[in-house]
């Protein structure tokens, strides 16, 4: 199975590209819908209370934790770049496990998935992933779009996106970049390429696999 990493700063648009992709019958592992998950985790949980303190849960009718406030996580490491970092060590691993659980599903039905995962190049996870998908756009294009859409100050956004990797070095990093400042057509036409090229790929390592095969 060919994994395709999907990545992007703040803003730049990865959903619409995440979107197009399942709309032509692809599969997308959605890493925040991972973390999603793991906030309702026990053992996570404790680990967080245990770092964080017990404000950052929700309580169920019996007085027991039952999930993480996401609002309070982030109202403590929001202007914290330390505690934002011990953030994100502490939950990697449970994303790993996850991701490794979900990844041996989908090894059993796809010959091609998708990997969404804000983060991955400042989480180091490039590795194992056969290309990776840069989604990118004018910064100020970037920050007036997850200002509206996150109901937050220009300002706020710039400052969130001080903690990633700069736009300009995953360029650099990137297999495939989709630019994503003009329309919706203009992304999708693009997109189209970058399938397209993926797909060969896929044909030619299926080729090789037969040719080696009959030696």
């Given at each position: ?71 309070a996580?982030a ?23 996850k991701m490794d659980?979900?990844?041996?599903e ?16 400042e ?52 297999d ?9 057509d203009?992304?999708?036409a ?26």
């Amino acid at each position: 199975m060919k994994k395709i990493g999907i990545t992007g700063n703040i803003g730049s648009g990865k959903s619409q590209v995440t979107r197009y992709l399942i709309s032509r019958g692809y599969k997308v592992l959605d890493a925040d819908a991972l973390v999603a998950e793991i906030y309702y985790d026990p053992d996570f949980i404790k680990e967080m209370t245990e770092t964080f303190g017990t404000e950052i849960t929700s309580v169920d009718d019996s007085g027991k934790a039952a999930r993480l406030d996401k609002k309070a996580v982030a109202g403590i490491v929001f202007n914290d770049p330390a505690k934002l970092e011990l953030l994100n060590s502490t939950i990697a691993p449970y994303i790993r496990k996850k991701m490794d659980s979900a990844l041996a599903e989908y090894e059993k039905t796809e010959e091609i998935l998708f990997l969404d995962i804000p983060l991955l190049y400042e989480k180091d996870m490039q590795s194992g992933l056969d290309a990776v998908i840069l989604v990118y756009c004018d910064d100020n294009i970037r920050y007036k779009r997850a200002a509206q859409r996150d109901s937050k100050s220009e300002e706020d956004i710039r400052r969130i996106d001080s903690f990633q990797m700069r736009q300009s070095e995953k360029l650099s990093l990137a297999d495939y970049k989709a630019d994503n400042s003009g329309s919706l057509d203009s992304l999708y036409a693009q997109l189209e390429e970058i399938l397209k090229n993926i797909e060969n790929c896929k044909r030619q390592t299926e080729k090789k696999k037969k040719n080696s095969k009959k030696r």
